[in-house]
T-cell receptor, first 115, second 108 residues
């Protein structure tokens, strides 16, 4: 399977714990995005990278969230001191941006439940 | 930031009936994209519209971008059970702003 992969697919954690998610984009894609989706809502943009550079971060993203893409390939999203409101599906997407935009391919997501 | 609203929130149709979802913005959009998300699945890109008044077709799906580039629609002719899912419009290039989605269910 050469699509976007995410690990783990499900994560249950207790409030206050830290969690880290991984995303492996399609290999030749230069852009990588993180979104969050709650039940009945559309995906909400969190941040995106072009190669290893983090170019934009949502103002909605608290300081407890951090993302990295150290070698311009896979990315990690860490949430520190999780809260119940962090429970959501975390989606990763990648694209090959040419001429300003590229079709975004989404991964299967990581479902986070904070108890 | 830009916001996009979608109506209706839910649509139940008999198999074979047509379906339309509408996307509206208060600001002029540079482009609009449409995605489909099957139950339990992830969003899948359908199409991008860029030009004012643009109409594109994919088999039974017809996508339109308004003349003022503030609204868009997706119309499905003669729905099939495989059309079940939530249809989202999304505005932007890198940072996509998704609409609230229209959930389509089909009665066989």
């Amino acid at each position: 399977d050469t699509g976007v992969s995410q690990d783990p697919r499900h994560k249950i954690t207790k409030r206050g714990q830290n969690v880290t998610f991984r995303c492996d984009p399609i290999s030749e894609h230069n852009r990588l995005y993180w979104y969050r989706q709650t039940l009945g809502q559309g995906p909400e943009f969190l941040t995106y990278f072009q190669n290893e550079a983090q170019l934009e971060k949502s103002r909605l993203l608290s300081d407890r969230f951090s993302a990295e893409r150290p070698k311009g390939s896979f990315s990690t999203l860490e949430i520190q001191r999780t809260e119940q409101g962090d429970s959501a599906m975390y989606l990763c997407a990648s694209s090959l941006a040419q001429g300003g935009w590229g079709e975004q391919y989404f991964g299967p997501g990581t479902r986070l439940t904070v108890t | 930031g830009q916001q996009v609203m979608q109506i209706p929130q839910y649509q139940h149709v008999q198999e074979g009936e047509d379906f339309t979802t509408y996307c509206n913005s208060s600001t002029t959009l540079s482009n609009i994209q449409w995605y489909k998300q099957r139950p339990g699945g992830h969003p899948v890109f359908l199409i991008q519209l860029v030009k004012s008044g643009e109409v594109k077709k994919q088999k039974r799906l017809t996508f339109q971008f308004g003349e003022a580039k503030k609204n868009s629609s997706l119309h499905i002719t003669a729905t099939q059970t495989t059309d079940v899912g939530t249809y989202f419009c999304a505005a932007g290039n890198e940072k996509l702003t998704f609409g609230t989605g229209t959930r389509l269910t089909i009665i066989p």
